[in-house]
């Protein structure tokens, strides 16, 4: 059996991102693979009647120095975006494009780090040209990708899935029928991918 994890995602949330690079380390050292699954964190909120922990006060001030720390510890550059809370959906599109082309683990680096590495407005369609030029992608192709009706429309069914499957936020996690939820979840995803052989 191949060793594999599920990542459920979506670019705006720092906790996503602090998964995302643990998870590509942890995935490194075990021989696993990552099956990228982008969703639209918003629309799986208002599916689920969840929301973000950021709206709390209390919560979200203890959430950033929770995510400082977390970052530190495993050496993730990280900072708390300026322009958070961001509306994804172009990007969650592209991620969708990014799949279609054999792109998303680098698109994926390269949207995660615009966002919490070097704080990009990256609802503005000027940074996201900018940042998909920054990194090599075939910007035109991305941009009229994202307003074809078959990506809007997989987008949707993404988010069904991941509602159908239990998701409620973002990271998510699967390894086999096992979900977990949280980058403070990924050495228990660790234990069991080794458990997989």
């Known amino acids: 059996m191949n060793k ?13 991102y602090l998964a995302h690079w643990r998870l590509k380390d942890v995935a490194g050292r075990v021989g696993a693979t990552i099956d990228f699954r982008p969703m639209l964190l918003g629309a799986v909120f208002q ?3 969840n929301r ?8 979200g001030e203890w959430m ?25 959906l172009t990007l969650m599109r592209g ?11 680098r698109y994926s680096d390269a949207m995660f780090d615009a966002i919490w590495r070097d704080g990009r407005n990256m609802e ?9 030029a920054d990194n090599g992608f075939e910007v035109a192709a991305y941009f009229a990708g994202v307003q074809q009706q078959e ?13 159908a499957k239990g998701v409620f936020g973002a990271p998510t996690f699967f390894v086999g029928d096992k979900m977990w939820f949280g980058q403070d979840r990924i050495d ?3 234990a069991e991918l080794g458990k997989t052989q």
């Open 4 to 16: 594999s994890v599920e990542f459920w995602f979506d670019y705006g949330s720092p906790t996503a």
């Open 47 to 49: 599916a689920t009647g």
């Open 52 to 59: 973000t922990p950021m709206e709390i006060k209390a919560k």
């Open 64 to 88: 950033e120095w929770d995510m400082n720390n977390f970052a530190e510890r495993h050496g993730i550059p990280f900072l708390m975006n300026p322009y958070f809370i961001i509306n994804t």
């Open 95 to 105: 991620a969708l494009i990014a799949r279609q082309r054999n792109e998303l683990s």
């Open 124 to 132: 503005d369609p000027e940074v996201i040209g900018a940042t998909l």
């Open 151 to 163: 990506i809007k429309d997989d987008l949707k069914r993404c988010v069904d899935h991941a509602v």
């Open 188 to 190: 228990w995803i660790e």
